[in-house]
């Protein structure tokens, strides 16, 4: 028989009336189950079963909706107070040579579960958001994001999901038995952890080096290839190698001299430092910061001053680095592009496309405003 750590949530009654049958049962069968929980969790519980009480997180409603933004600051200055609960939950799990951890929807238990290395089983109806395939009308997929992402941070990377309307998501390892990578995982590792030492150690060309990784994985059918090369963001990798081929020419045309040229014709000494951001800003959001705008124009900051009849280089090039920088995450640049390929359904892909670029355009112009007020000050300083 087992030694299970048992986590219920205390919001509401619903966890707790749940883990009040399964623990009737997992005691009938013989286990010693000990009860963590807090607040009307542990009320409900203590009549028939001795539970020890730990910190709860407590989430923040207003007209019977939860607030994320008012449950974060309402939980931001309990975690010096949850990072003690934490420890001392990990001192008894010890004690009482637990095998096993059970939460419902409690994440304590699950983060000490991880950390003891030991098997996490989730039983709770929350995670049918995350692991059953759910269609959502338009205005609400993005509370429908929020909330998956909730679920997911409640308890983290468990190893099973019992769910309440009969789904598993998995199936339960066995209390105290080890959790073993298979052979194509095993083998994926082994081929990535080769990649990231030829290209680091060696120096050799990151992208004909994941070509020829991609291809041993292939022949060693450590996955269906025709599956993987499916689902590969094709649009994303497509629109970026031609943003990346675009800039190239630009930039072997002379293309960004005729900006620095046509920038220094139309700022002042007064005007310089919002002007240079709000264009490196703009150039930023279709090609690489690092790769292109800094080494681009970095280098025409004293013929740009020159040009302009006056102006400080430091302010300008502190311009050129923020006014690039802040439009990082458009989707035409590598980050946001990554970011994009990264969501799986068309419809949120399309719209967090739209989203990012927004920001992106956006952050061109509180780039701009920021170094012409703030650059020269910073510069003096």
């Given at each position: 028989?087992?030694?299970i750590?048992?986590?219920?949530?205390?919001?509401?009654?619903?966890?707790?009336?749940?883990?009040?049958?399964?623990?009737?049962?997992?005691?009938?069968?013989?286990?010693?189950?000990?009860?963590?929980?807090?607040?009307?969790?542990?009320?409900?519980?203590?009549?028939?079963?001795?539970?020890?009480?730990?910190f709860?997180?407590?989430?923040?409603?207003a007209k019977?909706?939860?607030?994320?933004?008012?449950t974060?600051?309402r939980?931001?200055?309990?975690?010096?107070?949850a990072?003690r609960?934490?420890?001392?939950?990990q001192?008894?799990?010890?004690?009482?040579?637990?095998?096993?951890?059970?939460?419902?929807?409690?994440?304590?238990?699950?983060?000490?579960g991880h950390?003891?290395?030991?098997?996490?089983?989730?039983?709770d109806?929350?995670?049918?958001?995350?692991?059953?395939?759910?269609?959502?009308?338009?205005?609400?997929?993005?509370?429908?994001?929020?909330a998956?992402?909730?679920?997911?941070?409640?308890?983290?990377?468990?190893?099973?999901h019992?769910?309440?309307?009969?789904?598993?998501?998995?199936?339960?390892?066995?209390?105290?038995?080890?959790?073993?990578?298979?052979?194509?995982?095993?083998?994926t590792?082994g081929?990535?952890?080769?990649?990231?030492?030829?290209v680091?150690?060696?120096?050799?060309?990151?992208?004909?080096?994941?070509?020829?990784?991609?291809?041993?994985?292939?022949?060693?059918?450590?996955?269906d290839?025709?599956?993987?090369?499916?689902?590969m963001?094709w649009?994303?990798?497509?629109?970026?190698?031609?943003?990346?081929?675009?800039?190239?020419?630009?930039e072997k045309?002379?293309?960004?001299?005729?900006?620095?040229?046509?920038?220094a014709?139309?700022?002042?000494?007064?005007?310089?430092?919002?002007?240079?951001a709000?264009?490196?800003?703009?150039?930023?959001?279709?090609?690489?910061?690092?790769?292109?705008?800094?080494?681009?124009?970095?280098?025409?900051?004293?013929?740009?001053?020159?040009?302009?009849?006056?102006?400080?280089?430091?302010?300008v090039?502190?311009?050129i680095?923020?006014?690039?920088?802040l439009?990082?995450?458009?989707?035409?640049?590598?980050?946001?592009?990554?970011?994009?390929?990264?969501?799986?359904?068309?419809?949120e892909?399309?719209?967090?496309?739209?989203?990012?670029?927004?920001?992106?355009?956006?952050?061109?112009?509180?780039?701009?405003v920021?170094?012409?007020?703030?650059?020269?000050?910073?510069?003096?300083?």
């Amino acid at each position: 028989m087992a030694n299970i750590l048992y986590g219920v949530n205390g919001e509401g009654s619903g966890h707790s009336s749940r883990a009040h049958e399964v623990l009737k049962h997992l005691q009938a069968g013989g286990h010693t189950v000990h009860v963590v929980s807090f607040d009307r969790g542990r009320k409900n519980l203590s009549a028939n079963f001795e539970v020890t009480d730990i910190f709860g997180l407590r989430l923040a409603y207003a007209k019977n909706r939860v607030r994320y933004g008012r449950t974060v600051l309402r939980n931001l200055f309990k975690v010096p107070k949850a990072a003690r609960s934490m420890r001392r939950l990990q001192k008894l799990a010890a004690q009482w040579k637990i095998q096993l951890v059970i939460t419902d929807f409690e994440p304590l238990s699950c983060l000490v579960g991880h950390q003891m290395r030991l098997p996490v089983i989730s039983i709770d109806n929350q995670h049918v958001l995350v692991c059953g395939e759910i269609s959502y009308p338009r205005g609400y997929r993005r509370e429908a994001a929020v909330a998956r992402m909730v679920t997911r941070l409640m308890t983290p990377r468990a190893d099973a999901h019992d769910l309440a309307g009969g789904h598993t998501g998995g199936t339960a390892p066995i209390a105290g038995a080890e959790i073993l990578l298979d052979r194509s995982q095993l083998l994926t590792i082994g081929v990535i952890s080769v990649w990231v030492v030829a290209v680091v150690g060696f120096r050799v060309n990151v992208g004909l080096a994941a070509f020829g990784a991609a291809t041993i994985l292939a022949l060693a059918r450590a996955a269906d290839e025709s599956a993987a090369v499916k689902r590969m963001p094709w649009g994303i990798i497509i629109m970026v190698s031609g943003i990346s081929v675009l800039i190239g020419v630009l930039e072997k045309s002379g293309g960004m001299e005729l900006f620095a040229a046509l920038l220094a014709k139309l700022a002042t000494p007064a005007t310089i430092n919002g002007s240079i951001a709000f264009i490196t800003g703009l150039i930023s959001t279709w090609s690489s910061t690092s790769g292109v705008v800094l080494p681009a124009f970095l280098p025409t900051v004293p013929s740009l001053v020159s040009q302009v009849g006056g102006g400080d280089p430091l302010a300008v090039a502190l311009s050129i680095n923020v006014g690039s920088s802040l439009v990082d995450v458009s989707p035409l640049s590598t980050l946001g592009a990554l970011c994009v390929a990264a969501v799986v359904d068309p419809p949120e892909s399309r719209r967090l496309f739209r989203q990012l670029m927004i920001w992106g355009l956006s952050m061109s112009v509180v780039g701009a405003v920021l170094c012409q007020l703030l650059a020269g000050v910073l510069a003096r300083a």
